[in-house]
């Protein structure tokens, strides 16, 4: 596609559910980046993607966090077991090469609220 | 652990005038530092610096980069209402996770 796009826009739900949160980046683009940013901070790594396989998984804050990108393109942030501190906007961003963080386009984000 | 501070946090001018946003850092291994600007969502990318002492100049808008004081600054001249949003500068050091290390951004807001 032209641009990073994510889906949905945004997503209500309750405490203890599970949600999915999808990225679609820029055909080509074999470096795949999960970011977290709360009001009032900036965007904060949680998974690197080069590729099918996470790279780097350091900043997933506990293991109710997965992500997955099966055929390298579309990837999926999941998180169960929902807590109101998940809220946040979750944004995808790709580029062209991985391993090097330079020039990278960034979806339009999910808001994320969990009441 | 890698650091990122902005300042201002905040800033309200005229449109017009002439503004300096500021971008410090303490970084394990620095590669790059990065400025977006983010309005609504979506951080949009405005400059990558990876030498100290080169400008880098996109119409009203530049940035420069010094790795001995470990800073940069973006400058905005002429500003203009649609220059209001979310100014974020990143660093990508490779010291630990492969994604940027952002601050927390400098909300500028530009008045008619």
């Known amino acids: 596609g032209a641009g990073v796009s994510q889906t949905p826009s945004n997503k209500v739900t309750e405490k203890g559910k599970y949600v999915e949160l999808r990225c679609d980046p820029i055909?080509?683009?074999?470096?795949l980046y999960w970011y977290r940013q709360s009001l009032g901070q900036g965007p904060e790594f949680l998974i690197y993607?080069?590729?099918?396989?996470?790279?780097?998984d350091s900043g997933l804050p506990n293991d109710r966090f997965f992500a997955v990108r099966p055929e390298g393109s579309v990837s999926t942030l999941k998180i169960q077991r929902t807590e109101r501190g998940d809220s946040a906007v979750y944004l995808c961003?790709?580029?062209?090469?991985?391993?090097?963080?330079?020039?990278?386009?960034f979806g339009q984000g999910t808001r994320l609220t969990v009441v | 652990e890698d650091k990122v501070v902005q300042s201002p946090l905040s800033l309200v001018v005229h449109e017009g005038d002439t503004v300096t946003l500021n971008c410090s850092y303490e970084?394990?291994?620095?590669?790059?530092l990065l400025w977006y600007k983010q309005e609504k969502k979506a951080p949009t990318f405005l400059f990558m610096l990876?030498?100290?002492?080169i400008e880098k100049k996109s119409g009203r808008l530049s940035s420069i980069l010094d790795k001995k004081e470990l800073f940069s600054i973006l400058n905005i001249t002429a500003t203009q209402t649609g220059d209001s949003a979310v100014y974020l500068c990143?660093?990508?050091?490779?010291?630990?996770?492969?994604?940027?290390?952002f601050g927390k951004g400098t909300h500028l807001i530009i008045q008619p």
């Open positions: 055909s080509g683009h074999t470096a």
């Open positions: 961003a790709s580029s062209q090469r991985g391993g090097r963080f330079t020039e990278a386009f």
């Open positions: 990876t030498s100290s002492g």
């Open positions: 970084v394990t291994n620095f590669r790059s």
């Open positions: 993607f080069q590729g099918t396989g996470a790279a780097d």
């Open positions: 990143a660093v990508d050091s490779g010291g630990g996770a492969d994604g940027l290390t």
